[in-house]
């Protein structure tokens, strides 16, 4: 049972495409987290939820819409893709007082 | 702003070497995390340093935290080549993880 599940793992698209990432854990865990990793490795955090609520978002175009349905998911919506958000994308939870982070898989987006 | 330093960026050893990684951060933290990834791969956990002074170890890593400096280290002892891989620090203040840039170690027989 993968705690942390990301589909899809690659996603190929055009230019001006709209996209979506979904992720869903399975760990009862309150706070999810959307990571951005980029080619030289830098990873970013964009956005985190609480149950539900927004509580972190990081200087990101608004062209990304974080949507989170239930505390077990938060999804991440990309409108008009451009080149430069080609990019590994990593969803992520935690719980207040149980230490550590667990990570998604990842999902390879590329923008052609 | 947390922000997370991690030196050096790139590091090739030979098999047997001992090496330090070194992070610094910001401002008071929470927790202070090592995390491993191999190419194309997830994250994996290493280590969660919570206090000052807290050292903990895993096989030829070892990791230590000096709050007081805000600095952590992960020493490799006698390094193998399946350490080969980007480690990285991250720093967390409750529901807001911040990563260093990643340590890009290549361990060469």
């Known amino acids: 049972d993968t705690a942390v599940s990301q589909t899809p793992k690659y996603l190929v698209t055009q230019m001006g495409n709209d996209k979506s990432i979904k992720c869903e854990q399975n760990?009862?865990?309150?706070?999810m987290y959307w990571y951005k990793q980029d080619s030289k490795k830098f990873l970013k955090i964009m956005f985190s939820?609480?149950?539900?609520?927004?509580?972190i978002n990081e200087t990101v175009p608004n062209r990304f819409s974080p949507k989170s349905p239930d505390k077990a998911h938060l999804n991440l919506h990309i409108n008009s893709l451009e080149l430069g958000d080609s990019a590994v994308y990593f969803c992520a939870s935690s719980q207040p007082g149980v230490y550590g982070y667990t990570f998604g898989s990842g999902t390879r987006l590329t923008v052609v | 702003e947390l922000k997370v330093e991690q030196n050096p960026l790139f590091l090739s050893m030979q098999e047997g070497k001992n090496y330090t990684i070194y992070c610094n951060y910001s401002?008071?933290?929470?927790?202070l995390y090592w995390y491993r990834q191999d190419p194309g791969k997830s994250l994996e956990s290493l280590f969660v340093l919570l206090s000052n002074g807290a050292v903990k170890q895993e096989g030829r890593l070892m990791a230590s935290l000096d709050t007081k400096a805000r600095l952590s280290t992960l020493h490799i002892t006698a390094a193998v080549h399946d350490l080969s891989a980007t480690y990285f620090c991250?720093?967390?203040?409750?529901?807001?993880?911040?990563f260093g840039a990643g340590t890009r170690l290549t361990v060469k027989p």
């Open positions: 939820y609480n149950n539900k609520e927004l509580i």
């Open positions: 991250a720093v967390d203040k409750v529901n807001d993880m911040r």
């Open positions: 401002t008071t933290s929470d927790r």
């Open positions: 760990l009862g865990h309150d706070t």
